[in-house]
């Protein structure tokens, strides 16, 4: 009962960022959480729901889903699915989100379209956000992101990325508006065994979070991650796995958040088709 009336009274609030962490339903794929979500400058399954530039990277069809467990707030488990597929100039990711359960959940459907440009990869995305509380209206808002990443050199990455660039609003009650929040950072990748990651991310209406990853694959088809957050503190561990089919991925990620406590994520992706050489 508490917790119904606390997720009621945020909302009549209509202050997301306060009930939810900041990007909790955008950011869900256990490769991208196990580093921090240190994403800005990475490619994978997870670029259609972090930094939409990366899907310029990927090129076989694929289809990933991801689930993530947290003991101490249960509302807030968050289920994803997506899919990428090349096309002849650049790649298209679905995306499906949706967090919480029938007394308050939020749902996500995103499409986003990126495209290399020299050593530049550039990315859009609209998505569609519906949240609904038991016993009242739900609501629908659009939003679109931006992202790019730049390969100054096969060991050093830059990239950036803006969610909701169009700052949609989700009430004209107190102007109360979906969160902005921009993200940037830079990859050092000195061989194929290993990645460190440090980025700053900045809604507009907090203070900004530190984030630092780290990537090692000890021998092959495996990989290690760890990483850290600033405000709130969160501390981040994972695995990967790759089967003998190099289609196959999969990846689980251990958090510990100074307000939420521990959570768990498992994710898998399938390459349905390989790439054409």
């Not at 009962?1 to 009274?9: C, E, G, H, P, V």
């Not at 939003?143 to 169009?166: H, K, R, W």
Request: aromatic share 10%.
């Amino acid at each position: 009962m508490k917790r119904n009336l606390l997720i009621i009274f945020c909302l009549s609030l209509f202050n997301m960022q306060i009930c939810l962490s900041q990007t909790s339903v955008l950011q869900t794929t256990a490769i991208n959480e196990a580093l921090g979500n240190t994403s800005a400058t990475l490619s994978n399954y997870g670029s259609v729901f972090s930094n939409v530039a990366g899907l310029a990277e990927i090129k076989e069809v694929s289809i990933a889903a991801s689930y993530k467990v947290i003991p101490n707030a249960l509302w807030q488990n968050t289920m994803s699915a997506s899919s990428t597929v090349p096309i002849k100039f650049g790649t298209v990711g679905l995306g499906f989100t949706r967090l919480g359960d029938d007394i308050f959940n939020q749902q996500v459907v995103s499409m986003g379209f990126a495209n290399r440009f020299g050593i530049a990869s550039i990315g859009i995305k609209a998505n569609y956000l519906q949240y609904s509380i038991e016993g009242f209206n739900s609501k629908s808002i659009p939003f679109f992101d931006l992202g790019g990443i730049v390969e100054l050199t096969p060991q050093l990455f830059i990239g950036a990325y803006i969610i909701n660039l169009t700052q949609t609003k989700l009430s004209t009650f107190q102007n109360e508006r979906f969160p902005t929040i921009i993200d940037a950072g830079i990859s050092f990748r000195p061989t194929d065994k290993l990645m460190i990651n440090v980025e700053v991310e900045q809604d507009i209406d907090f203070s900004p979070t530190l984030k630092a990853g780290i990537g090692y694959s000890p021998i092959k088809n495996f990989s290690l991650r760890t990483g850290i957050n600033t405000s709130p503190n969160r501390q981040y561990f994972g695995l990967g796995f790759i089967p003998n089919n190099i289609l196959l991925h999969i990846d689980y990620s251990l958090s510990n958040d100074s307000n939420l406590g521990v959570s768990h994520q498992m994710s898998i992706s399938y390459g349905v088709l390989k790439p054409t050489k």
